[in-house]
């Protein structure tokens, strides 16, 4: 027997997944129209409760007695448990978010919050992050409750057939500002929402073609963040004589110290990743690849830069450093006035291994005794860097599924630069896997959708991805 003839999905008749597919896209359609930014619009600060009521609807609708909660007036997250036999230990979770990033529509092609559908795509801010998977993972429940259903049970209370372990679904506000209104607030207050033998999230999965190969990132960890504000002191005059302290010319000697590359530091997760990259892509990508996991990584950013697509130099140089961004910066009162105090604020992003007190050494290190001197730094917020075991049963169960959806595909464990809600998952000991399964036209510049212009994601990668998610489910909690 074929590892496909054992997919669950199978046992499922067309019909149905045509239904369940055209669900999906009508789901993610919907969830785009609702503007759930964040942080919240001044003239509807309400759309995440919104958002969260209009998934609480859907839950109910498929038989479920769904919980809404609001860290904070107006921000909901949403919640539901499916039942296991309770053989099969404990749960498995489904973890999103449904808040999104704004989307000034200027240079957008389609309105950002229509969730319009043209040329094979739904167009709209949270396509990709990550509305889509969540409607993707309400059309998994939705086949499990129809199964209860159809078997004469109660999908509220009795266990779902075939599953062993429970089903959490969480869909959280507030992911893209920090999560203190959405998944901190709920590992504080209501652990039962997240705690899991491991949680399916956003961002990996998806198909990415490199050199004519197919891989698919699966995310098993994930950098951490330290922001700064770092205040420059210098003395105020009048512009007519110009001063070296002037705040704003310090300012600038800080930023151009500061953006200048740290050295590079492979981690495990990196070499594991660099390593199974380089053994399925052919000639002189796997040589980069090599390179940049091994001795001379300046030599493999060189050849990066040279012969790489720039969106994937871009991602592959901040995995293998800790990076400094500085991203905000304010000075000055008047075009005749020397400013004496100037700001700037940094975004840094540390590699797992690297402290807070290690990035902001670094910092004061860069700045030099001169500017430090002029300087304070103050930490804004701090996120630890995660990590999942690139092994063990959820992990196989997602490599293997990938495998028998798209015999050609390569799935490999991999580290993203941002942060996800897999910051408050983890220390609670729960394994959290990017998980967004996505066939994609391999000109797709996914990368550059998040929380960009023309966000977008085909109708075609979520039909597929819909039964990859479903037998991922069916075979971990079965
Ligand atoms: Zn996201």
Redesign the pocket.
């Known amino acids: 027997m074929t590892a496909e003839a054992t997919l669950p999905s199978r046992a499922l008749d067309v019909a149905t997944w045509e239904r369940a597919a055209n669900r999906l896209v009508e789901t993610t359609r919907d969830l785009i129209r609702i503007p759930s930014v964040n942080p919240p619009l001044a003239e509807a600060p309400d759309q995440e409760l919104v958002a969260a009521r209009h998934i609480a609807d859907l839950l109910r609708d498929f038989g479920l007695v769904p919980e809404l909660l609001e860290a904070v007036p107006g921000r909901g997250s949403v919640h539901a448990r499916l039942r296991g036999d309770g053989t099969g230990g404990e749960p498995l979770l489904l973890l999103s978010?449904l808040d999104v990033v704004p989307a000034p529509s200027e240079r957008w092609s389609h309105d950002p919050f229509a969730g319009e559908l043209a040329d094979g795509y739904i167009y709209g801010r949270g396509a990709v992050?990550?509305k889509g998977m969540v409607a993707m993972e309400l059309g998994v429940v939705r086949l499990l409750t129809d199964a209860a259903r159809a078997a004469g049970r109660d999908p509220a209370s009795d266990p779902i057939p075939g599953l062993r372990r429970d089903v959490l679904f969480t869909c959280t506000a507030d992911?893209?500002a920090g999560a203190a209104a959405g998944a901190k607030w709920i590992a504080e207050h209501r652990p039962d929402w997240l705690a899991a033998a491991g949680a399916l999230n956003?961002?990996g999965g998806v198909a990415t073609t490199v050199a004519g190969r197919r891989l698919y990132p699966i995310q098993v960890a994930e950098k951490g963040y330290a922001a700064y504000r770092i205040a420059v002191r210098g003395t105020w005059g009048h512009g007519s004589m110009p001063r070296d302290d002037n705040a704003v010319v310090l300012a600038a000697e800080v930023i151009r110290r500061l953006a200048v590359p740290g050295p590079t530091r492979i981690t495990p997760v990196m070499e594991r990743f660099l390593e199974q990259a380089a053994a399925a892509l052919p000639g002189e990508a796997a040589t980069i690849l090599r390179g940049l996991a091994t001795d001379a990584p300046e030599h493999a950013e060189a050849a990066l830069a040279a012969t790489c697509d720039p969106m994937y130099a871009r991602v592959l140089r901040a995995l293998i450093r800790d990076t400094i961004s500085p991203d905000v910066v304010h000075a000055g009162v008047k075009y005749n006035v020397i400013p004496g105090d100037a700001e700037v604020q940094v975004d840094c992003r540390v590699l797992p291994g690297t402290t807070e007190a290690e990035m902001r050494a670094v910092i004061e290190q860069k700045l030099g005794p001169d500017l430090a001197a002029a300087c304070e730094v103050d930490l804004l917020v701090f996120g630890a860097p995660v990590e999942s075991p690139s092994d063990g049963p959820l992990y196989d169960v997602l490599a293997g599924t990938i495998v028998d959806h798209d015999p050609v595909g390569i799935p490999l464990p991999a580290m993203v630069p941002f942060g996800?809600d897999a910051k408050f998952t983890r220390p609670l000991g729960v394994p959290t896997y990017g998980f967004f399964p996505l066939m994609l036209d391999p000109e797709e510049r996914f990368l550059e959708r998040?929380h960009g212009v023309d966000e977008r994601v085909s109708v075609e990668a979520l039909r597929w991805g819909l039964p990859v998610l479903y037998d991922v489910v069916r075979r971990f909690c079965g």
């Open positions: 978010h992050d990550m992911e893209e956003e961002c996800t998040f």
